[in-house]
């Protein structure tokens, strides 16, 4: 015999606790904690570049949870590559920018560069933002800049700058100049398997201003795409305040590890005001001496997570002419 069930009906009091338990529901899903968001698309097509030019891109680093969002490690994929961010820290509904700059003088066709950031957000931990770019067998010139450091009355060592082509695409240097008197640059012929130029010698001979300088050697070449080539060349003259050693290395060390000591040499009467460290990976700390000089302890960060470090310690003086310091710092926490 066909029957039929009748509908259940809740009571109004049920009704009412079923509909606040989907309110529950529904405000238990809100986002609890940081979250890590990309403005623009995270990977990008830059198309043909010549090799000795840098690239330089950003990105937004946006968090849209309720907690502060933290960078804990921003690495680069290649030695070519550097990432930098205006903040490590950004509070809920902040966003900060992040700097990468590609070098892809060492580079020819098509190459992927980029950075990994690591964050706090547990749902999207690591973040890569990336480049697709092809670089044209254009003259590429590595290194594209010079950096003397700490120059010596009597002038400082000489350094090397090779500039070079595919061997279907030589060149000549047509013309060779400095624009600083104390520095004087020569070539010599490069040759490789697959690659022709020149090697550039550059000195900086004695007579380099107290404090910091900077110029650049300039190249003309025959090369239609390059005809004018320049290379920063910067440095620090003996008489102004200088950090010795000029870079920090370390093969492998583990997190909390004393780095090395800065000591703050020259620059008679300018007093340091402070130092701080590009990686929350790094600490670094003034310490004024006795004598009245000045000296920056770096040490890896207690909480410095295992990885390459590349970063810089800038340390404030109070010389209108050098009001900053900048102190390489590069290896591995174990």
Same mark, same amino acid.
């Given at each position: 015999?066909?029957?039929?069930?009748?509908?259940?009906?809740?009571?109004?009091?049920?009704?009412?606790?079923a509909g606040f338990a989907g309110a529950l529901v529904i405000a238990s899903s809100a986002w609890a904690g940081p979250k890590a968001v990309v403005v623009e698309p995270a990977h990008f097509e830059q198309g043909e570049v010549e090799p000795g030019q840098l690239q330089k891109f950003e990105w937004t680093l946006r968090n849209d949870g309720d907690a502060m969002l933290g960078?804990?490690?921003?690495?680069?994929?290649?030695?070519?590559?550097?990432?930098?961010? +205006?903040?490590?820290?950004?509070?809920?509904?902040?966003?900060?920018?992040?700097? *990468?700059?590609?070098?892809?003088?060492?580079?020819?066709?098509?190459?992927?560069?980029?950075?990994?950031?690591?964050?706090?957000?547990?749902d999207n931990k690591h973040v890569m933002l990336d480049i697709k770019m092809k670089v044209r067998p254009g003259i590429a010139v590595v290194p594209p800049e010079m950096d003397f450091?700490?120059?010596?009355?009597?002038?400082?060592?000489?350094?090397?700058? +090779?500039?070079?082509?595919?061997?279907?695409?030589?060149?000549?240097?047509?013309?060779?100049?400095?624009?600083?008197?104390? *520095?004087?640059v020569q070539q010599e012929p490069l040759q490789t398997d697959d690659r022709v130029g020149v090697k550039l010698v550059v000195k900086v001979g004695a007579g380099a201003?107290?404090?910091?300088?900077?110029?650049?050697?300039?190249?003309?070449? +025959?090369?239609?795409?390059?005809?004018?080539?320049?290379?920063? *060349?910067?440095?620090?003259?003996?008489?102004?305040?200088?950090?010795?050693?000029?870079?920090?290395?370390?093969?492998?060390?583990?997190?909390?590890?004393? %780095?090395?000591? %800065?000591?703050?040499?020259?620059?008679?009467?300018?007093? *340091?005001?402070?130092?701080k460290a590009s990686s929350p990976a790094l600490e670094a700390l003034v310490q004024a001496q006795p004598d009245g000089s000045f000296q920056v302890r770096v040490k890896l960060a207690a909480g410095a997570k295992p990885g390459r470090v590349t970063a810089k310690i800038a340390i404030a003086t109070t010389d209108p002419a050098q009001p900053e310091i900048t102190v390489p710092v590069m290896g591995l926490v174990k």
């Open positions: 015999m066909p029957f039929a069930i009748a509908p259940i009906r809740m009571p109004p009091f049920r009704r009412h606790a960078i804990e490690s921003l690495e680069p994929t290649c030695y070519c590559t550097t990432g930098k961010a +205006d903040t490590w820290s950004i509070a809920p509904g902040q966003s900060t920018k992040v700097r *990468v700059t590609v070098d892809p003088s060492d580079w020819v066709g098509e190459i992927l560069k980029g950075v990994e950031i690591e964050t706090n957000d547990p450091g700490a120059v010596p009355a009597n002038g400082a060592p000489p350094r090397t700058a +090779d500039i070079k082509a595919a061997k279907e695409r030589p060149f000549k240097v047509t013309s060779l100049t400095s624009d600083l008197a104390f *520095v004087t201003p107290a404090g910091p300088f900077a110029g650049k050697v300039v190249l003309e070449t +025959d090369d239609s795409a390059r005809p004018r080539i320049e290379i920063p *060349v910067r440095g620090q003259g003996p008489g102004g305040m200088a950090a010795d050693p000029a870079r920090i290395l370390f093969e492998s060390a583990a997190a909390g590890s004393e %780095l090395g000591v %800065l000591k703050l040499v020259g620059g008679k009467g300018v007093k *340091v005001t402070g130092a």
